[in-house]
């Protein structure tokens, strides 16, 4: 898929309340759903409300932000899956990023294989 600096996602209208979303967290900076396509029994995501479309775009000015999207999925994950989980940022192509908004996948509920394919 090919990214644009300037274009929008859906995630964008998931934060705007445009489009419905099964929103389990919400603050000033991030936004937290259950992802549509769950992989594991549990799977949300946990994005910046300010996008970035990937991870590769960010930079020391987003020190904070991604701290705090990192904290956020932590909370939210030690609520939720207290014998373990799994955070996983995609990353273009190769990464298997389809939404060009940055997003920590957050998968747990189950035991989690590893190495992934
Ligand atoms: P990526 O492959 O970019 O890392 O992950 C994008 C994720 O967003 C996928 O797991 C996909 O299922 C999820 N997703 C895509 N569209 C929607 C949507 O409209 N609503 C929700 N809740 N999740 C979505």
Sequence with gaps: TKWNKHETTLFDKIISKELPA???YEDEHCLAFNDINPQAPTHFLVIPKRRIPLLDESD??????????MLTAKKLA????????RLVI????????????????ILGGRQLSWPPG
Excluded: A, F, W
Aim: charged letters at 25%.
């Design 22 to 24: 099964d929103i389990i």
């Design 78 to 85: 030690k609520e939720r899956l207290p014998k373990g989980y």
């Design 60 to 69: 020391e000015n987003d020190k904070e932000l991604l701290g705090t999207l």
């Design 90 to 105: 995609n990353n273009g192509v190769h990464g298997c990023q389809s939404v060009y908004h940055l997003h920590i996948h």
